[in-house]
């Protein structure tokens, strides 16, 4: 993530204004300007609120339709369909995630979407297949972050 990236999403984290319809939307299209990364930035906030915010299921939905919406990135689609079956109250199979996963790889750089999967994955996840889903974003992570 570069520096404008990791400051918006260090401002958003565990503070997003999930209950506020003006300010979100500011924040998704600050998102958009920023970068695709930043986009993902608010989909991990979206999918992942913290517990003492309870956020309404259906206000969630909301923000996902309107984040999918707008979004500039090929991979939203797909994603955004993980994130609405486990908001939901479904599970995302490791095998959809590791594709997902996989996915994102051709796209790199894509920390935050790759976290957003990841997390999603993790969400109904025994312990061997969190696991797999660890080792996989571990080799994405380091495919990125070798020179050259």
Known sequence: MDNQEQAFSDRID???PYLDAARAAALM????FISTNAEFCVLYEIVCPPASDRLPTERQRDLLASWLENSTSPLAARIADLARQVIDGGTVVT????????????TE?????LAVVSRLAHA???????EIIDRL??????QWEEPG
């Open 95 to 106: 095998e959809q995630a590791l594709a997902a996963m996989h996915d994102v790889a051709t």
């Open 124 to 130: 109904a996840s025994d312990g061997v297949n969190g």
């Open 29 to 32: 299209a600050e998102a958009r």
């Open 137 to 142: 974003e571990q080799q994405i992570r380091r």
């Open 14 to 16: 565990c503070n997003f």
């Open 109 to 113: 750089g894509q920390y935050a979407a």
